[in-house]
């Protein structure tokens, strides 16, 4: 089955600056890749995803890339705020269903006021 | 738009005792159900998952079940609950065309 892999487990960066956080999977079927937030206490949302047939996908401040021949995949969160600050997931999935989604094991973002 | 009610948002119970999370849908029909536990520092695991009433899927063996008495219910249960069984329980619905899954608020449980 497939297996997701994600890092940095935690990451802290100053407000204003980036954040990237990067997973791997191991299923060349993989076609979707969603990410979600989950503040604390919170569920998770989703807040971006990208499918096979994209390289790269943005919205405001936060963007996606996919390298499938790598078998990688990250987010990028660019001029940081503390609103930020959440545990991040990705995911990954053959079809798309959440069925079949894979979720990595979560990156804990602290931006720093 | 879907939302997942889900109940309670805490727990503590003793080990050996039974168990009943619900959680109900609103705003969609015929939507696909799953269970995902979320342990301390680890990703969220896939439980169970139906694609309908009485139709029910697991995905790792486990002292836990599931049923789905209604479209837009779905309930896990345990009869005697484990130390193991410690956690945070997310529903999540995935309905029509939209792959994304919605998830409640989750219930924190703790055996003790």
């Known amino acids: 089955g497939e297996n997701v892999e994600q890092h940095p487990s935690t990451l802290s960066v100053q407000e204003g600056d980036s954040a990237v956080i990067k997973c791997t999977y191991s299923d060349s079927a993989s076609n979707y890749f969603p990410w979600y937030k989950q503040e604390l206490g919170k569920r998770p949302q989703l807040i971006i995803d990208i499918r096979s047939n994209v390289g790269e996908k943005k919205d405001q401040r936060i963007a996606v890339t996919l390298n499938k021949t790598a078998k990688h995949f990250s987010l990028h969160i660019t001029e940081t705020q503390p609103e930020d600050s959440a545990v991040y997931f990705c995911?990954?999935?053959?079809?798309?269903?959440?069925?079949?989604?894979?979720f990595g094991s979560g990156t804990q973002l602290t931006v720093l006021p | 738009s879907q939302t997942i009610h889900q109940w309670p948002a805490t727990l503590v119970q003793p080990v050996g005792s039974p168990l009943s999370l619900e959680c109900t849908v609103e705003g969609t029909s015929n939507p696909n159900l799953y269970w995902y536990r979320q342990a301390a520092g680890r990703g969220l695991q896939l439980l169970f998952y139906s694609v309908g009433i009485g139709q029910i899927s697991s995905e790792v063996p486990q002292n836990l079940s599931a049923s789905r008495p209604q479209d837009r219910q779905f309930i896990l249960s345990s009869k005697k609950l484990l130390l193991s069984d410690s956690g945070f329980y997310l529903c999540a619905s995935e309905a029509g065309a939209v792959t994304e899954a919605f998830f409640g608020q989750g219930t924190r449980l703790t055996v003790v």
């Open positions: 995911a990954a999935s053959p079809s798309g269903s959440a069925r079949q989604l894979t």
